[in-house]
């Protein structure tokens, strides 16, 4: 009985060292949760779904598709590689 309950303490304290060292290394440093942005190939590989080389504005979605307008300069309807590369980069949010 004894041996037992040393095992289930030991076991107690063993998931719970597992899982506060789990939850302390999945929180971002200085609590910012900043994310670095993805580059200009990631984007096409997550948005380009019919694989053209262009992104139109059914395919896009966030902070892209609100500055459509802005960010496809020769305005014939798709954003291209260097097109987003020339983009102004999207502000942070506003801390309140």
Do not use: C
Request: net charge neutral; glycine share 8%; hydrophobic share 30%.
């Amino acid at each position: 009985m004894k041996k037992m309950l040393v095992k289930s303490a030991m076991l107690t304290a063993m998931v719970t060292l597992f899982f506060s060292a789990n939850l302390s290394a999945q929180q971002p440093q200085g609590g910012q949760g900043q994310k670095e942005r993805p580059s200009v190939d990631q984007i096409f590989k997550e948005m380009d779904k019919d694989e053209d080389g262009k992104l139109s504005k059914e395919e896009l979605k966030g902070p892209i598709k609100d500055d459509f307008a802005k960010i496809d300069t020769d305005e014939d309807g798709y954003i291209t590689k260097e097109e987003l590369e020339k983009a102004p980069k999207p502000k942070g949010r506003k801390r309140e």
